[in-house]
């Protein structure tokens, strides 16, 4: 279901089945209340059941990897060499005992890279068996990687479930050649990742919580931009 669908079900409920041109909540406020209410949804669903549903993950594409210097991150001489290039989006806090919830780190379409903490990155490399396979870990908004396959490595990908679907989506802009396909800032007619069932939930939850205050202001129905009192 697109998210353009699910905002202008918001407001057709909000209208009571009315539409109008000047709604008092624009599409970036409904869409910020989607998914503030998405995000508070599958943390209930993820703590009832302990798992997630993978209609949850986006792909960010082929994302660019730099060089820096091992004391950036705290690694010994030669190690944790490799970081995104870019900041990555925020992934939502699913209350499973960790801040984040990236479903993958690895090569683009290949393996996936172990996961490890910037705590604990210094020691891994004196690990008796796994010292010296690529690892990786998060630090601020950056990913690091240790022991990169190769240390000319251009390109990973990473997956995950993040706070806003449109953020994840607008971050793919190596994959968008002379602009081809790159979203619109205010366009929300892409396909937002939750699954179908969930969608009238949310949505119910939103008009509980955030829009009901709104419910008691009825749209402008003439479209003259006048208060309708």
């Known amino acids: 279901m697109l998210q353009s669908e699910i905002i202008y079900n918001l407001k057709n409920l909000k209208a009571g089945g009315i539409q109008s041109d000047d709604e008092n909540l624009a599409d970036a406020q409904m869409a910020f209340i989607i998914d503030y209410y998405r995000a508070k949804l599958l ?4 703590m009832k059941h302990g798992s997630y549903n993978r209609q949850l993950v986006q792909d960010l594409g082929k994302i660019e990897v730099i060089s820096v210097d091992p004391h950036e991150c705290g690694c010994p001489k030669g190690g944790c060499i490799i970081r995104t290039k870019l900041e990555i989006p925020k992934t939502l806090d699913l209350g499973n005992g960790d ?27 004196y690990a008796k068996y796994t010292g010296k396979q690529p690892k990786w870990f998060i630090k601020g908004r950056y990913i690091y990687i240790l022991n990169p396959p190769d240390p000319l490595l251009k390109w990973i990908n990473i997956q995950g ?20 396909d790159c979203m619109d800032l205010n366009n929300f007619d892409f396909e937002y990742p939750m699954p179908i069932y969930l969608v009238d939930t949310l949505v119910k939850m939103a008009m509980e919580g955030e829009m009901q205050w709104s419910v008691m202001d009825p749209p402008d129905t003439l479209n003259d931009s006048l208060d309708s009192n």
């Open 43 to 46: 943390r209930q669903q993820a």
């Open 99 to 125: 801040n984040h919830f990236f479903t993958f780190v690895g090569l683009y379409g290949g393996i996936a890279f172990q996961e490890t903490s910037w705590q604990r990155a210094p020691w891994d490399f």
């Open 161 to 180: 479930i993040f706070e806003s679907p449109k953020v994840a989506i607008q971050f793919r802009t190596c994959d968008c050649p002379n602009g081809q």
